[in-house]
């Protein structure tokens, strides 16, 4: 407060006091009668002491003016209190993060024209999806086993000592298993000129064998043959 005191009026400096009076009993963590009837006057001096903010033109100076959540809420602090005790550790800002799950995220999810069905269907099925992941989880639905990598020795550290040279011991922290024989991979591809594509191909057996002008020797490729040596 001694930062402001000067710069600004002096009915601020009495609304932020107040306030400051109130957050702080509002947090203490034991509750007497006087301690609601000083947390009682706190509130009543800030709204006593806020009117400042309209006459100076912060604020709207109707009744409108205040219409912020959190300061109405201040208003039912006492009550709440007794009914349910020192709200010591308890944080408003928990709406804020309901706001983000319940609007903001269904709210990107539309088509941002006339959201509000959009919303409301998208937080059903969320809702939905997550009563069914609960009811599968209890059934054992969703208890799936993880894999877990085996190794067959364990691997050293980076900070471990030199390991180059023979193993003592029999101890070998890393192998190599190569294959028993080497692969051999051959590619085949013959492509054929565009100028033979249309070209007739004669069969690599002879489909006449009872044919008397047929070569007596073994089948050749057809490739081999000359034209002369055909059956006619």
Partial sequence: MSAIEGFVPRDVV???????????????SVFT???????ENALERF???????QKLGVRDPTPSGFSLP????????????????????????????KHITAVKCPWRRSSRYNPIDQIMLINQRMEKLT????????????????????????????DDDDQSGAAHDGAIHNEV??????????????????NLWNSPKLPTQPPWPWSKNWPSEPPRPGSEISFTASPS
């Fill in 14 to 28: 009495r609304c932020f006091c107040a306030y400051m009076d109130f957050c702080y009993i509002a947090r203490m």
């Fill in 33 to 39: 009668r006087s301690t609601l009837s000083r947390l």
């Fill in 47 to 53: 709204h006593e002491y806020r009117v400042i903010f």
């Fill in 70 to 97: 959190r300061q109405h809420a201040m208003v039912h602090y006492r009550q709440h209190i007794e009914n349910f005790g020192a709200p010591n550790g308890l944080c408003s800002s928990i709406t804020e993060s």
């Fill in 131 to 158: 009563t069914a992941h609960v009811h599968f989880t209890s059934q054992g639905m969703l208890n799936f086993p993880t894999w877990q990598p085996r190794l067959p020795h364990p691997v050293p550290s980076d």
């Fill in 177 to 194: 298993f190569l294959a028993q024989t080497h692969g051999v991979f051959t590619t085949t591809f013959s492509p054929s000129p565009p």
